[in-house]
């Protein structure tokens, strides 16, 4: 799933690390995240939106195939 996760990071100059200990995941976790590795799961993503103030759709770009 494509997202806009680290343009909204670095635009508020928020380093990985930074971003992991605030949602309390690993720096791996928001690595895999920024490059479309991995899906988050529900709650991470609502932890996302709210820790930025946005939607999840602001964030994730759903697609289908």
Do not use: C, W
């Amino acid at each position: 799933m494509k997202n806009h996760l680290e343009t909204m990071r670095k635009a508020r100059n928020i380093s990985q690390e930074e971003l992991a200990g605030a949602l309390e995941v690993s720096r791996q976790t928001i690595i895999s995240l920024e490059k479309g590795r991995y899906n988050p799961s529900i709650t991470l993503a609502f932890k996302l939106a709210r820790y930025f103030g946005v939607t999840i759709e602001d964030i994730f770009i759903y697609e289908e195939d």
